[in-house]
């Protein structure tokens, strides 16, 4: 050894062979990114189901007592509008219920429930049976009316019991709503209501120590929108914001878990970021509104800017992208595909995402949705349709070699729909021909204009592949996507969202303000979120469709002793994530699970065993 030591000391050339060396480091390093072979990929937090033990939400629910109950009044629009939310409502809530129409059936003996749910704008059809209500909550029972209510000589009769000393015959305006901070997640704060209108009930409440408004409007009138009364030994609350939409699910989940002395349900507990078009080809050429801010090229852009941008928003929050690959963008729906030129980019944005712990799913060899020629996209899209299945199987085979060929041994298990769109037969087609796909992941909200628009809930299909809808998108959010963001988070505490690389050219999505500009509001959602959350786990999309697993199966009861609260899981795998109000108790500590404080009396339960008890205070 110090015979070689003393030579390599007399060598005159030992500056080539560290130059050698370095050269021979550095064509390694290119090697293994070229190969697409895993460097410190992150293990997955949290891995789908074996199919044996996969459980949909109908499935679960069906093992559901049937504690509460809910009124509903048929011939009224509006309370057949209400009950299409609270159908969801209840059945992601896991409450079993049972439903009893006013206009056509007799109230049956409340003492049998623990809660009713009254679905009635005007109180008439019920009658004296609204005395029978009172004096039920009155001796313990709980009553949540989620519909704005008409004054009349029936709701005259319970207004003092509600807490309310003035009322009016009109509804007022309702365009905004304050949350109080101990009430919701991500409250302290105010949210605008788009197309707000007068569907408030106009009314001031005692300030009596019964009485508990957790909700109003954000202007000088502070109107009511969220209360509650206690009446006896029991409990009234009252939501009074009149909207019966999907983003205001959070709202009334929140609103039910006042009543008792402990409320819970089950949630999701996720935070995911999809990139949607991403890896894939960077578009050529100029944008004004690039070259205005940075006077360089959009390729340029995208691999010195917005890509180094958005790896620093993931290190600060923790975030984990799922990126969405799609191979072209030509317009072929014929089966012919291209070799792909700028394989080098799509290979490093990949490999780079990878390392930071993402995802990579299928978007489409080009950005045609899965239909064939029996879907009109009625002048809204101007996309073709598939020629043939062969055709549509020939293209997507392209991106699974293209995919294959640049991360070899990296699964891909998400597909995402071009701009949402999904036909039946593109999901059949899809799932028949690449059964290790097992999510999907459309919309969260509802597009009226096309009939094939891939709008899902959060489930587990009858075939075992998971629905999981992004709720949100852009860096730049409306008014009704911070809306939509907080009533999820408290509904079944998730975020999911997805943005774009070219989101930043797009006038309609913020260009004209500029990449800075919309990446300051994006960071002004982040902090919002992960401040107001911040136990809310960061995954990749996988990783979100085996928490969906979880939380679809999963059933909830409690047992409250003098001392104790004991809590049992149906359905329970290997972890569980539970939403505990304590109205009248406290929580002292837990035996099979960690209870997190969230805000007020509210708390997140991660349970680590099928039983869980929690001494109470």
């Not at 049937?66 to 009044?73: A, D, I």
């Amino acid at each position: 050894m110090e015979r070689i030591k003393e030579r390599f000391l007399k060598f005159g050339y030992k500056g080539i062979i560290a130059i050698v060396l370095i050269f021979a480091l550095i064509s390694v390093i290119l090697f293994l990114e070229r190969s697409g072979i895993n460097l410190n990929y992150e293990e997955r937090s949290l891995h789908l189901l074996p199919n044996d033990r996969i459980v949909t939400k109908d499935a679960a629910c069906e093992s559901l007592k049937k504690n509460s109950l809910v009124l509903l009044n048929s011939t009224n629009a509006d309370c057949r509008l209400a009950y299409e939310q609270f159908e969801v409502i209840l059945a992601d809530m896991k409450i079993g219920y049972d439903l009893i129409d006013v206009s056509c059936a007799e109230m049956p003996d409340l003492n049998n429930y623990e809660i009713v749910i009254v679905l009635l704008s005007d109180m008439t059809p019920m009658k004296e049976k609204v005395l029978t209500l009172c004096d039920w909550v009155f001796s313990g029972g709980n009553v949540l009316f989620p519909m704005t209510l008409e004054k009349n000589i029936y709701s005259s009769v319970i207004e003092n019991k509600l807490g309310i000393i003035d009322s009016s015959y009109n509804n007022a305006m309702v365009e905004s709503i304050y949350i109080e901070e101990d009430f919701m997640i991500g409250g302290g704060r105010a949210f605008s209501i788009p197309d707000g209108y007068d569907s408030g009930w106009a009314v001031q409440l005692s300030d009596g120590d019964n009485i508990n408004v957790y909700a109003y409007t954000d202007d000088e009138r502070r109107m009511p929108l969220i209360w509650s009364a206690d009446y006896g030994e029991g409990r009234f609350v009252v939501d009074n914001f009149g909207l019966y939409t999907k983003s205001m699910r959070g709202f009334f989940a929140a609103s039910y878990s006042l009543l008792t002395d402990v409320g819970l349900y089950p949630v999701i507990n996720g935070s995911t970021f999809y990139l949607d078009d991403f890896p894939s080809q960077i578009p050529s050429g100029n944008s004004s509104y690039i070259n205005r801010d940075y006077n360089t090229t959009i390729r340029d852009f995208y691999v010195n800017i917005w890509w180094p941008d958005m790896m620093n928003i993931a290190d600060k929050y923790g975030i984990k992208y799922t990126g969405l690959a799609i191979e072209c963008y030509d317009d072929a729906v014929d089966g012919t595909t291209d070799a792909q030129p700028d394989v080098g980019t799509f290979l490093n944005f990949g490999n780079m995402l990878m390392r930071q712990g993402g995802e990579i799913g299928y978007h489409g060899y080009n950005h045609q949705p899965l239909c064939f020629d029996n879907c009109d996209y009625a002048g809204i899209y101007d996309y073709k349709t598939w020629e043939s299945y062969v055709a549509m199987k020939s293209a997507f085979d392209e991106l699974i070699d293209f995919c294959d060929e640049l991360f070899p041994d990296v699964e891909m298990a998400i597909y995402v729909p071009p701009s949402n769109l999904l036909s039946d037969e593109g999901r059949d087609f899809l799932l028949k021909e690449y059964p290790w796909i097992k999510t999907v992941s459309g919309i969260y909200f509802e597009d009226d204009d096309l009939d094939f628009s891939c709008t899902q809930e959060y489930d587990v299909s009858s075939d075992g592949v998971v629905d999981q809808p992004r709720i949100i998108s852009g860096c730049d959010l409306t008014p009704f996507m911070e809306l939509a963001a907080v009533s999820e988070l408290n509904f079944h505490f998730i975020n999911n969202h997805f943005t774009h690389p070219d989101d930043a050219l797009d006038p309609d999505r913020g260009a004209e303000m500029g990449w800075e500009k919309l990446k300051e509001h994006f960071y002004e959602y982040l902090d919002w979120l992960y401040t107001s959350a911040p136990v809310l786990r960061n995954f990749t999309g996988t990783e979100m469709s085996a928490a969906v697993q979880r939380y679809a199966a999963l059933t909830v009861e409690k047992e409250i002793g003098e001392n104790e609260m004991v809590i049992k899981l149906g359905n329970f795998y290997d972890e569980a994530q539970i939403m505990v109000r304590f109205n009248d108790r406290e929580p002292l500590d837990a035996d099979g699970g960690r209870l997190t404080h969230l805000t007020g009396d509210l708390y997140l339960l991660e349970a680590n065993e099928p039983t869980v008890k929690i001494s109470l205070k």
